[in-house]
């Protein structure tokens, strides 16, 4: 049967500033896909949170870019809307730019990542299992680093040295900021390495959208690679971005997909989408409440059963006394850029200054300069 996983998220609502949505934001959620699996437009369903960004993850046989669920997805967001409205929360509806999307959520404003496959159970996929990253406070570009070590460096990931990988794997990489259409080009890892990170490197305008095995011809990764100040022509929050990659086997396994978050490399987002600070592992539904909110990825772990169904339960990887290690050096790595407020490196140059309020008081001072004789 061809399984869709399509995760979808949005933020549209928060407790006390944008920490969380609250319990019965989430409640709301629930509750439409449970409906939705009852009616089986669903085979499944699973929704968590990071930070202040609602996940739903499902499975059906829609295919991609399937109108009925991504209208399912914006209805479940707006109930969870109704819900941050009664309760006051900040940012209610803050993630549904549009009023309502004309069959497809990409470009309305939620972030979408999807990946279709061939569910056999059989070679080359006896077991499919994937993983499901959500990240907070950072833009699509966060998962460039670690993708990149994954599937394309043999010193992250030795699996790349084995047959099922050594050809190497397809990246098609998108510029988040022509907006007249999508602008993508696809490269090969390994020959193309270098042409790879020359693109890579710049986290605020190209993002991975989609890495391909190239010995099976089967996608591994799918990245929600949209950018709403793009789309909103101005700040309306960071673009939190979602990713689900399948693992084991023809794929990275797991811990070849995790050591790169060892890094805690710094990202673009954090306060005000402006700053450039560590992206720190966390625990799924952890709320955003430390120090300068700093930008968190999540990830989870699930099996597919014959049926499509995975929500029985869930790996939650960045749960585990492994991770505190990364989490202390995040928070090291933060001071450390913190120590310099707001020179140079520690905030994003004027162009990507997410808040657009910024760029307002440099206009400003602008018209105040006068040329010297
Ligand atoms: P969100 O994109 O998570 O809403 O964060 C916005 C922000 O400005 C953080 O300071
Ligand atoms: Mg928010
Ligand atoms: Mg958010």
Redesign the pocket.
């Known amino acids: 049967m061809r399984i869709t996983l399509s995760l979808i998220k949005a ?1 549209v609502g ?1 407790i006390g500033g ?1 920490t969380q949505p609250s319990g019965p934001m989430l409640t709301a959620v629930r509750e439409a896909v449970d409906g939705a699996v009852q009616s089986g437009m669903l085979l499944d369903g699973f929704v968590s949170c990071t ?3 609602i996940a739903i993850l499902m499975s059906h046989t829609r295919g991609e870019n399937a109108p009925e669920i991504h209208e399912f997805a914006w209805n479940a967001f707006l109930s969870a809307t109704e819900r941050a409205r009664e309760a006051g929360l900040y ?1 209610a509806g ?2 549904l730019l549009t009023d309502a999307p004309s069959g497809n959520v990409r470009g309305a404003g939620p972030g979408v990542a999807e990946l279709e496959f061939e569910h056999t159970l059989e070679k080359p996929r006896p077991a499919e299992s994937f993983m499901v990253f959500a990240a ?2 950072c833009g699509p570009g966060a998962y460039n680093l670690p993708l990149y070590f994954t599937f394309a460096d043999p010193m992250y990931c030795a699996g790349l040295m084995l047959p099922k990988m050594i050809k190497g794997f397809t990246f098609r990489i998108i510029d988040m900021e022509r907006t007249d259409a999508d602008w993508v080009i696809e490269l090969n890892a390994p020959e193309d390495a270098y042409h790879i990170a020359a693109l890579l490197r710049d986290n605020e305008r190209y993002a991975i959208e989609s890495i391909h095995s190239r010995t099976y011809d089967a996608k591994a990764v799918s990245v929600s690679a949209q950018r ?1 100040h793009a789309i909103a022509g101005e ?6 971005p979602v990713a689900i990659v399948r693992n084991q086997g023809i794929f990275p396994a797991p811990e070849e997909l995790l050591l790169p978050y060892g890094k805690a490399h710094y990202v673009g ?6 700053h450039n600070m560590p992206l720190m592992p966390v625990p799924t539904n952890t709320p ?1 409440t430390g120090p300068y ?1 700093l930008p968190v990825v999540s990830c989870l772990g699930f099996s597919l059963d014959a049926e499509g169904r995975f929500s029985h339960e869930a790996a939650d990887f960045f749960d585990n006394p492994a991770w505190e290690t990364t989490r202390h050096k995040a928070q090291q790595k933060a001071f450390e850029m913190r120590d310099q407020g707001w020179s140079g490196p520690a905030m994003l140059p004027y162009k990507e200054l ?2 657009g309020g910024f760029r307002d008081t440099l206009e400003a001072l602008s018209e105040r300069f006068e040329a010297r004789g």
């Open positions: 933020d928060s944008h930070g202040d960004d940012g803050q993630d907070d406070k709403l700040y309306t929050g960071k673009d939190d987002g954090d306060a005000r989408g402006s955003v909110c997410e808040y």
